[in-house]
């Protein structure tokens, strides 16, 4: 680290312990930020293979004969014992030894807020720690964590090749300075998160068909409460529709009539950023919710259960219909049974014939604060291989499922998991998911794959996906919401979508008249600042295809200058 550095942080360790004023953005952080950024692979001498003279820049084990190379990394993780299978493992097979320090998920973010500002940090931060925010200004500002983008060209091949070829990589982890400051983790991810899934059992008592308009839908759920529908003899406990109430998502029913757009209000329309929670399609949507409600056919708790009742009402086949992730959700099943629940298709109704349902991802989650080096590190490249090593597929692929051969064998075919009544208990516990790997640290387990287990699990997302093909929104553009102006924009935001919430709530279950009130909420939007946090949102997308498009340009040039 550079001298001066070292001094600022020293001066800022100092201050944070005289009060709690904010450090970074002066002058010193700022241009020893810049000098660092000078660093790079470049740097690192080459003997015989061997970088720095402590590891081989090629094979493994990774430390060369002779040497020792060791790191600390910083995670959430619920550990009793400390011990994870693999991690034993990645240090046999790497010769790095790793320090894994752990703390649940709130100790940790204190814990990790209380080092940044005290100067005294590990080389590594891992897990759901950090936020957009921190690697802005940690990374962007101060200068405390390392551009990584070189690095991992240099030494990192399964890392780089995620960035190169994996759609939309390079764009969501390239900060807007151009540089990349963590190591992207990127996994499956549905399309669509959160959809209505219906009881096709009780369609099926009911001899009605699956619903394909508004209209229908409205008709069927009358049916499930008219009659006796989960034929226990009770024509009166049926519940026709209702929520999830960890996201009820009621914005994406919107799409029914021409608005599905997020909790913020926000969807893609025609390749294009909109808000549409203020336009006539949103109001009818809502109107059309607030029938619903009005004659008993949404589930009277559902703007105040907690997870545990929902999942024992839908356990109890009270449910016709309901907002869920997945029907498994509420009522679970075996391997090898498929439920009597599919996807509702996206519904058309009398204004709108091409609706849409909000799309939460292209298949991909491409997660960018999950890993960073500070620092502190005294030799990124070394980390950069034995990341890479994690990022071997199958050795990720064992991270997620298992040792190789003790819970997963390979065929031909792809990778099976062993028959689990063959393990011992003792086994079954000591390669659980949670033993194997501190599971919030990013792994590269092959986009789209599964481990074969027989019987075979039905996908309802591959149901649903099949269905709701042709009528998704397109996703949202990644974004950086801009550091000088976080704390605004990120309070305008919460504000907005509470807002929202709050109102459609009452809208729904008929507490508050939407007629009368209609003009006065879309006042009140604007108020809130909606047209300023829009143009971030317009802006900002804009800025983060540029920053990446920059950054793909530069990858053979210098990148020094652009730092300086
Ligand atoms: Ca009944």
Redesign the pocket.
């Known amino acids: 680290m550079k001298k001066k550095q070292l001094i600022a942080l020293l001066l800022c360790g100092i201050m944070a312990v005289g009060a709690f004023s904010g450090c970074g953005g002066g002058e010193a952080a700022d241009s020893s930020a810049a000098e660092e950024k000078t660093q790079g692979p470049e740097n690192d001498t080459i003997e015989n293979g061997v970088v720095n003279g402590v590891w081989n820049k090629e094979g493994l084990p990774i430390v060369a004969d002779g040497q020792e190379f060791s790191f600390t990394v910083l995670v959430d993780d619920n550990s009793s014992t400390g011990e994870w299978y693999m991690i034993d493992y990645l240090r046999e097979l790497t010769g790095v030894d790793i320090t894994v320090e752990y703390y649940a998920n709130e100790v940790a973010t204190e814990k990790l807020s209380l080092a940044l500002s005290a100067g005294d940090y590990p080389e590594m931060i891992g897990g759901w720690l950090l936020k957009d925010s921190d690697i802005l200004k940690y990374g962007v500002n101060q200068g405390i964590f390392v551009p990584l983008e070189d690095y991992i060209e240099e030494y990192a091949p399964n890392i780089q090749n995620l960035i190169d070829n994996v759609p939309g990589v390079r764009e969501a982890i390239t900060a807007p300075d151009g540089h990349i400051y963590s190591i992207p983790y990127v996994i499956d991810a549905p399309k669509v998160d959160y959809q209505i899934s219906i009881n096709t059992k009780w369609l099926e008592n009911l001899g009605l068909e699956m619903p394909t308009t508004t209209e229908e839908f409205y008709n069927v759920l009358k049916a499930f409460k008219e009659q006796?529908?989960?034929?226990?003899?009770?024509?009166?406990?049926?519940i026709p529709l209702s929520f999830s109430p960890t996201n009820k998502n009621i914005n994406y029913m919107m799409g029914w009539f021409g608005a599905a757009c997020d909790e913020y209000g926000m969807t893609m329309e025609d390749g294009e950023i909109e808000f549409v929670a203020n336009t006539e399609e949103f109001k009818e949507g809502v109107k059309y919710l607030n029938k619903l409600y009005s004659e008993g056919l949404i589930d009277s708790e559902a703007f105040t259960q907690d997870s545990s009742q929902w999942k024992a009402k839908g356990g109890k086949d009270l449910f016709g219909a309901s907002m869920c992730y997945a029907s498994s959700d509420f009522m679970p099943y075996n391997a090898g049974e498929v439920p009597n629940w599919q996807a509702l298709p996206v519904l058309s109704s009398e204004n709108c014939s091409d609706p849409k349902w909000f799309q939460n991802s292209d298949g991909v989650s491409i997660l960018r604060t999950q890993l960073v080096v500070t620092d502190k590190a005294t030799d990124v490249g070394a980390l950069m291989r034995f990341w890479d090593t994690v990022y071997d597929s199958e050795i990720s692929i064992q991270i997620q499922s298992g040792p190789i051969p003790n819970v997963v064998y390979k065929e031909d075919d792809g990778y099976h998991k062993i028959d689990e009544s063959t393990m011992s208990e003792e086994d079954k516990e000591k390669y659980a998911w949670g033993n194997l790997y501190p599971q919030a640290l990013p792994k590269n387990v092959p986009l789209g794959f599964k481990l074969i287990t027989t019987p075979e699990l039905y996908d309802e997302k591959e149901e649903l996906e099949a269905k709701y093909e042709g009528h998704l929104t397109g996703t949202l553009p990644a974004y950086w919401i801009p550091l000088e102006e976080a704390d605004e924009l990120s309070e305008i935001q919460n504000a907005i979508k509470e807002y929202i919430e709050q109102t459609v709530a009452q809208w729904i279950a008929g507490q508050k008249d939407i007629d009368s009130e209609w003009d006065a909420y879309c006042e009140q939007l604007n108020t809130l600042g909606l047209e300023e946090y829009v143009q971030m949102r317009k802006d900002t997308a804009a800025a983060a295809q540029e920053a990446a498009a920059a950054g793909a340009a530069d990858d053979t040039a210098e990148s020094t200058e652009e730092a300086e």
């Open positions: 006796d529908a989960n034929g226990n003899g009770d024509p009166n406990d049926e």
